[in-house]
């Protein structure tokens, strides 16, 4: 019985290690990106508290570490705020995370090293889930990331946020364009995404195993058919499309930012949204091609007090044709020198912002002070 169990093993083993191979030979260097992302106990999913695993693709080969709160970070960062340091908190899916590039090199790490080198105290905190929606983005800063006590809160925004603030069902449009909450978390599998997200097995299969992450790949778009669907109709973004489906997608995407904005407002926290748009190459070498954005510019009102809108085309039209900016083999993300440029352009902003809290700030102070002196 042994030999026989035994013997089956050694089938399985081979096999594993045929298909391997093949797969290899075949097909190449699969996309190895394992989702390390788990239940926050708040309602939305996290980075797994205090993993550590490799991201390889053909284009790269990258470290994750993760705090033990959940931030792609080398340390951890207590809620309190230092005295005398601003804080900035960014938040979003897999670009603000940084998928495809290290940590050092992520926009928030080249934000912080900015806003340094502007002279401040600062700490920038990336808070970037891979999957996240906006409406996801909301409920992790109203129940987790305001403990932090930020400054400013940096979002971004990219294409696939349309249909994945509907798929969440977390919250619904109101014919006036506000939104209402409708579920109080929005957690992917349940239990079932905890289990193979920490499983040591699965996990070590998904970063080193090239058939198996074949096979979870197609496996994925099977299951989210519909988004995929829906997805690419919207990433074949045309200016004149009008259809009541894609216009109530970005009508709630509106409404979920104005909502995040007020909360922000109240608490006298800058709102920065940067849109990132995504790239369709027309030219061999990935040079070439267009940016899509597809914001609701329409339906958000931007220029408000508190708020700031970072149209990231802005920066990267001028090099199309001139550097690549996304990783062409993988799954699009920015390259190294895109992040330094989404950095850059965030450190203007940002410290412009910061400026304008410390002169209001003074300025209460004298009037106070003013205030005080003439009732002596």
């Known amino acids: 019985m042994l030999v026989l169990a035994a013997k089956a093993c050694a089938g399985v083993v081979v096999f594993a290690l045929v298909l391997e191979l093949l ?15 788990v239940d926050g106990g708040f309602g939305v999913r996290v980075n797994e508290p205090g993993a550590s695993y490799r991201h390889v693709s053909p284009d790269v080969d990258v470290a994750f570490r993760i705090n033990a709160r959940g931030l792609r970070a080398d340390r951890d960062y207590e809620y309190a705020k230092p005295a005398g340091v601003r804080r900035v908190v960014t938040v979003g ?14 926009f928030s790490s080249v934000l912080e090293r900015e806003l340094e080198a502007q002279g401040r105290a600062v700490e920038v905190l990336n808070a970037g889930v891979s999957g996240y929606s ?13 403990k932090y006590e930020p400054d400013v809160v940096v979002l971004t925004f990219f294409n696939n946020d ?24 929005y957690i992917p599998l349940g239990g079932i995404g905890d289990f193979l997200n920490t499983n040591t097995v699965f996990n070590a299969l998904s970063e080193r195993s ?9 496996t994925t778009h099977v299951f989210k058919r519909k988004a995929v669907r829906e997805n690419r109709e919207n990433m074949n973004l045309d200016a ?3 259809d009541a489906r894609y216009r109530d997608q970005k ?10 904005y007020a909360m922000l407002h109240e608490r006298g926290v800058t ?11 027309t030219s061999a070498d990935g040079l070439e091609g267009q940016l899509l954005d597809a914001f609701p510019y329409d339906d958000f009102d931007s220029e408000r007090d508190g708020l700031e809108l970072v149209k990231s085309v802005t920066f990267l039209a001028p090099l199309l044709g001139v550097e690549p900016l996304y990783h062409l083999r993988s799954h699009m993300h920015w390259t190294p020198r895109t992040h330094e440029l989404s950095g850059q352009a965030l450190a203007r902003v940002v410290g412009a912002a910061l400026d304008a809290a410390d002169a209001a700030s003074t300025s209460d102070a004298l009037a106070t002070d003013a205030a005080l002196a003439g009732d002596n």
């Open 23 to 37: 797969v290899t030979a075949v097909f190449g260097t699969q996309v190895r990106f394992p989702r390390r992302v």
């Open 93 to 106: 899916d897999s670009f603000t995370v940084g998928y495809e590039v290290e940590v050092e090199e992520c």
């Open 134 to 146: 906006n409406a996801e983005a909301l409920v992790y800063l109203e129940r987790e990331l305001l």
């Open 162 to 185: 349309l249909v994945d603030n509907v798929r969440t069902k977390l919250f619904r449009l109101n014919d006036d364009g506000s939104v209402e909450r409708l579920g109080a978390g």
């Open 210 to 218: 090239n058939a198996f992450a074949l096979l979870l790949e197609e």
């Open 240 to 242: 004149s499309r009008t």
């Open 251 to 260: 009508r709630l995407a509106a409404g979920i930012l104005d909502h995040l």
């Open 271 to 281: 709102l920065v949204v940067q849109s990132i748009p995504l790239f369709k190459p």
